[in-house]
């Protein structure tokens, strides 16, 4: 039987993501059938929950409310340990007291999105209707359904007007739709290293992730919980091959070059020789202790659907029109995966939309991941921006 054990559960903390993926180590927000999430694709998504963090404290009029949305592969746990690795938050470079995004005077939220694993309903929880793990029969999500989720929460929080709307890559396609989708209700937006739609090449990486999930035998047809197995091993090729897009070139060779892995010559086999090699296999085997196959699945293509212009005949510009919020948009030089070139069309359609917007290209040859990373530059305008909007917004320190 121990035997059996180990091959059902290769992996560590699998136990504990799956309690995660019902019952997280968080806040979490149920919502019953007389508060449907209406899905894009069609489907009214009941019951449903949304699991979500807060730091910090929410002043009386209740105007210093920020939403953090997260990455691809990030959840809720922003500035705290996180419950299955015992690491920290994933942006606890800019976030915390006396940080850039202050919790001594802003209230913080953060929710793991609609089709995440970390409590939020998804793939990887619990099928009311069946009793069993949703796996592919979860409906298809987008970024817009994300965003209306988040908006329930934070009618459920009794805040009606966010101060801000903050995050990076995927999160920061939300920002874009918080701000498409309810201008009246975003003081200010910081979209940081994003777009409007995803590249056709963006598309492409995440289709090579997706096969490589889909060919692990463990994965099962996406019933891998159901039948005690797990696709690790896809999903950990999937994350060696995306983590390359968030690095650059100038970056993993400055880190990396050819340096050889603990020995002095090659070994003149398949072993990991390279630093860089040892360096992607631990990416990809630290992450699959904590994320879920089928949810990375449904990230993935909630990305690739995404397409405000789309949703406005076509027209970028008439997604902003007239808008109130105050923007601003940050790329960086190295970022080939989300290019400046796709910021200033983002800019430049926020300006035709008649959008009070600042942009910021910062310089540095750490990838698109920089906005996780300690990027001084970076950081200080985050402060800056805030703080000014803060001053606008009439918030006063503390406060």
């Known amino acids: 039987m121990s035997k059996v054990h180990s091959v059902k559960n290769p992996i560590p903390h699998i136990d504990e993501r799956a309690r995660e993926a019902d019952h997280p180590t968080s806040l ?7 508060k449907p999430l209406r899905l894009d694709c069609g489907v009214e998504l009941t019951p449903f929950q949304i699991a979500y963090q807060t730091y910090g404290a929410l002043n009386a009029d209740r105007s210093n409310a920020i939403l ?5 592969t990030g959840d809720q746990h922003v500035a705290n340990v996180h419950p299955v690795t015992g690491k920290n938050g994933w942006w606890e470079t800019l976030v915390g007291p006396g940080k850039a995004v202050d919790t001594n005077r802003y209230f913080v939220i953060c929710s793991n999105v609609v089709g995440g694993c970390l409590g939020s309903t998804g793939p990887a929880s619990t099928n009311p209707a ?5 796996g592919l029969e979860f409906p298809v999500i987008t970024i817009p359904d994300m965003v209306r989720a988040q908006a329930m929460l934070i009618d459920r929080l009794g805040i009606e007007t966010l101060f801000g709307v903050v995050g990076g890559s995927m999160g920061g396609m939300q920002v874009l739709q918080w701000t498409a989708a309810y201008p009246d209700r975003v003081f200010s937006a910081l979209p940081i290293a994003c777009a409007t739609r995803h ?4 598309i492409a990486f995440h289709e090579v992730g997706r096969q490589a999930v889909m060919a692990d035998p463990d994965w099962r047809g996406g019933r891998y919980v159901e ?3 797990d696709p690790h091993r896809g999903l950990g090729v999937a994350r060696m091959a995306a983590h390359i897009t968030y690095l650059s070139d100038a970056a993993l060779h400055r880190k990396f070059g050819r340096r050889m892995q603990d020995r002095e010559l090659p070994t003149f086999s398949f072993d990991a020789d390279f630093q860089v090699e040892s360096y992607l296999r631990y990416q990809g085997s630290s992450f699959v202790e904590r994320f879920d196959a089928n949810s990375y699945l449904y990230l993935t293509r909630a990305m690739d659907y995404f397409d405000i212009a789309a949703d406005h005949n076509g027209v970028l510009a008439e997604a902003f029109r007239e808008t109130i919020t105050r923007f601003c948009v940050v790329s960086f030089t190295s970022d080939w995966l989300f290019p400046t070139s796709e910021s200033r069309d983002v800019v430049h359609a926020l300006n035709a939309g008649g959008a009070r917007v600042s942009f910021t290209e910062i310089e540095t040859d750490r990838g698109h991941d920089a906005f996780l990373l300690d990027v001084p530059e970076f950081i200080d305008m985050v402060r800056a921006f805030l703080e000014s909007a803060g001053t606008a917004r009439g918030l006063t320190a503390g406060h």
């Open 28 to 34: 979490v927000a149920h919502f019953g059938a007389d």
């Open 199 to 202: 590249s056709a090449q963006n």
């Open 68 to 72: 953090l949305c997260h990455a691809l």
């Open 130 to 134: 069946t009793g069993k793990v949703w």
């Open 227 to 229: 039948e005690g197995t």
